[in-house]
């Protein structure tokens, strides 16, 4: 697995940030010096020969939008890498000059993912670029991944008061979510094993935030469950009713109050013996949470000579 910058927390839960969303207001009247400096950057650092072990940019497209609520200039920029197994392509957007229903205004977005376009010279540059002639630059919106060395089929997510959507093909083929995309505390929870062909069971757990505060962030942390395994219940003889009773617990934990008293007080055991609640590690969240506040670290530290 790439990571940009990971942490590792005592469970062996691997700590990332998957996307990231910036934005920023140009300076007054430098649009035609940035440009004209990005045309220059573009052309330094295209690679027309695959490099070894490293991302570089080999493509860049870009295309003008005229439609309202979209952004002027686009840019889609194309990184590889040449691995021992082959070549891995992956590709990030720059949005300039925002245009709304009366006016189009100064500003620029940028959407990467750190896991796979950095450490990449090309992308430091080009963010010393927009840092050097924007008023401001601030995160809008990055997700915070974390990787369980489990198969899918053994981790469970609460349902709670946020709208929840299921896709399911199977036990080890389905995706959860929880609240609204590109709102804070949107969660995410598949199979990261199936999606990246990995040889190794790995369930990726997602989510968005829009403030920096590991304490934002903590808060709106959903309730997971681990499996144990089977001998971790054996004993209870379980039924196969029971068993789906059970299942049906993890996700809705409430209708515990809707069995019998007998039911009710087996169900409540069973759940404590066969699944534990993952525990999240706030030092890991609140150390990702410093590294995006410092983004001219995070991007490498490179300066615009003037």
């Known amino acids: 697995m790439r990571y940009y910058c990971s942490f590792v927390d005592k469970s062996d839960y691997c700590y990332s940030v998957d996307k990231l969303v910036l934005h920023g207001s140009f300076l007054y009247d430098c649009w035609d010096e940035f440009s004209a400096r990005l045309r220059l950057l573009m052309i330094r650092f295209t690679c027309y020969e695959e490099m070894p072990f490293s991302v570089s940019l080999f493509r860049d497209t870009y295309y003008h939008s005229f439609k309202k609520l979209t952004y002027s200039n686009n840019f889609k920029f194309e990184l590889c890498q040449r691995t021992q197994v082959g070549l891995d392509k992956f590709s990030f957007w720059l949005g300039t000059h925002f245009q709304s229903y009366d006016k189009t205004l100064d500003t620029w977005k940028l959407e990467l993912n750190p896991n796979k376009c950095m450490p990449c010279d090309f992308v430091s540059e080009l963010f010393a670029l927009l840092r050097f002639y924007s008023k401001f ?62 040889d190794f069971p790995l369930t990726r757990f997602e989510m968005t935030c829009t403030r920096l505060k590991a304490s934002a962030v903590v808060d709106s942390l959903p309730t997971i469950y681990i ?71 995070f991007f490498g530290g490179v300066s615009v000579v003037e």
């Open 137 to 198: 630059v601030e995160v809008g919106e990055y997700d915070i991944a974390v990787d369980f060395p489990f198969p899918r089929d053994s981790l469970y997510l609460v349902k709670d008061k946020r709208k929840y959507q299921s896709i399911f093909n199977s036990a080890v083929d389905k995706t959860e979510y929880l609240g609204s995309r590109h709102e804070h505390g949107f969660c995410k929870l598949y199979n990261k094993q199936k999606e990246s062909k990995l």
């Open 227 to 297: 499996q144990r395994g089977q001998l971790a219940f054996v004993d209870m003889k379980l039924t196969d009713t029971d068993m789906f009773i059970l299942k049906t617990l993890i996700s809705e934990p409430s209708r515990l109050s809707e069995l019998g008293r007998d039911k009710r007080s087996k169900m409540r055991e069973a759940l404590k013996c066969a699944f534990t609640v993952v525990v999240f590690d706030f030092s890991c969240i609140s150390r990702l949470v410093s590294v995006l506040s410092d983004l001219d670290s």
